[in-house]
């Protein structure tokens, strides 16, 4: 079982999100036999949005998850809320795809706006800001990048727009990039806060969470699925798998096939103490939240307690948090000096789910059955967006309507070789960061 880097982060401090998010609501431990017409195996943000969505049209659903709402990648990350991908722009995702493609390209222009208006729609004390999100770019060159995005996108009736060099020294306060682009409908919030309102939310509305309840295996029989828990099983017509990148974490026997096309990335997150009205007027000052081009990616946002949010990436395993703060805080120095001095009260990790092409899989399972995983650092949005879009297709939705891009499992050869040396990729991101192109 891994590691619940929530209470006690490896090498760190312990999450911000952890220490001031009040508790979620109190989620009893599967006993025994459940039915029900949709399980839902994980309650992150995919999952717990998924049985809100169904709830909302009167379908009985069970969710189990193997910790807390909230525990896994979806509690942990910075928060920040991106309309797009990481690296797949529009063209490339239907030209894949196809129509498909076309109707999941439509599905991520507007999951940011989709969270927002989730949020606003259950009340939920998230510390939202959709104040946008910004993406500059670190050398002249990239500037290419920048371009195409804000094409692709805009044909698509995406809001971007391209800036210079001048417009993104203006909007974040710093002389490090050569321009970039924004898309007005992303920005950020508590993703553990979001987790637990989600969670909320879905029981209000009549959804049954059952924490510390692990999924050991699944199975059809007698047209129902069956899925096995430690002290209980649910049986149910239609089934979601929503664990993303914790899918071989916790039962090796869950899918395997789905858990080793996923390499699990752990990444790490960091607050500084609060920063000074005098600051805050200069760095960043219309709160939105950016993440460049690097492929060490900078990023950092502020959060409701005025607390600059970001972190980074290390390689050798010791003393991380204590080489963390010396690098990352370097580089805040560098990249807004007016700060002075940087130093965190926090510093804590997780997963990222990466694919080896940087798009997530969408799969079926079997009759009413699906799962996804392979987030690539783009969860926050795109999760509850997939929430109904899984709900439409347990109600019956056809998949020509879907947004939802199907294959079949495609593990990863060597997996395991591949997750312990995936790590080592940062040497080669760093060397690409300092090529132009």
């Known amino acids: 079982m891994p590691t619940d880097f929530l209470s006690a982060s490896v090498e760190g401090t312990g999450s911000l999100w952890a220490t001031v998010t009040p508790p979620g609501p109190s989620c009893p431990t599967l006993n025994g036999t459940v039915h029900t017409d949709a399980i839902v195996i994980g309650a992150g943000f995919t999952g ?8 909302k049209a009167g379908v009985e659903v069970v969710v189990i998850e193997a910790a807390e709402p909230g525990w896994g990648a979806s509690g942990r990350n910075n928060g920040q809320v991106i309309p797009t991908l990481s690296r797949p722009d529009p063209d490339d995702i239907e030209a ?7 109707r999941f390209v439509r599905l991520l222009r507007d999951c940011a706006s989709t969270l927002f208006d989730t949020v606003r729609e259950h009340g939920i004390q998230a510390e939202a800001e959709q104040a ?3 993406q500059p770019v670190h050398s002249p060159g990239r500037m290419a990048i ?3 995005r804000v094409r692709q996108w805009s044909r698509r009736g995406a809001p971007v727009e391209l800036l210079d060099a001048g417009q993104v020294q203006k909007m974040l306060g710093s002389q490090a990039w050569h321009g970039g682009f924004w898309n007005r409908s992303g920005g950020h919030i508590n993703p553990l806060a979001l987790a637990r309102g989600l969670a909320r939310a879905a029981i209000e509305a009549g959804a049954r969470i059952y924490a510390q309840t692990p999924a050991l295996d699944f199975e059809r029989r007698e047209g129902r699925w069956v899925v096995r828990t430690p002290s209980g099983e649910v049986r149910a017509r239609a089934l979601v798998l929503a664990t993303n990148t ?9 899918a395997p096939r789905i858990a080793r096309e996923v ?8 607050a500084t103490q609060p920063l000074p009205e005098s600051v805050r007027a200069t760095v960043i000052p219309g709160r939105q939240a950016l993440s460049d081009t690097h492929g060490e990616l900078y990023f ?3 959060d409701a307690r005025h607390r600059l949010i970001t972190g980074g990436a290390i390689l050798l395993p010791f003393h991380r948090a204590d080489r963390l703060r010396a690098a990352v805080g370097a580089r805040i120095e560098r990249l807004w000096p007016q700060i002075g001095e940087v130093r965190f009260d926090y510093v804590w990790n997780g997963y990222v789910g990466m694919t080896d092409d940087f798009m997530p899989r969408f799969h079926r399972l079997g009759p009413d059955a699906w799962a996804w995983a392979g987030c690539n650092g783009r969860a926050v949005g795109l999760s509850v967006a997939l929430g109904g879009e899984f709900a439409k297709a347990v109600r019956g939705v056809p998949e020509a309507e879907l947004a939802l891009p199907f294959t079949e499992p495609a593990p990863l050869p060597l997996h395991g070789i591949a997750r312990r040396v995936a790590p080592l990729m940062l040497l080669r991101y760093r060397r690409l960061d300092r090529m132009e192109i």
């Open 132 to 134: 946008g999100w910004v």
């Open 263 to 270: 390499i699990p990335i752990r990444s790490w997150q960091m």
């Open 146 to 148: 920048a371009e195409r």
């Open 96 to 102: 894949r795809h196809g129509a498909a493609g076309e």
């Open 246 to 254: 914790y899918t071989g974490e916790f039962s090796s026997a869950l």
């Open 48 to 55: 717990l949005s998924t049985a809100l969505n169904l709830r």
């Open 300 to 302: 950092a946002r502020f």
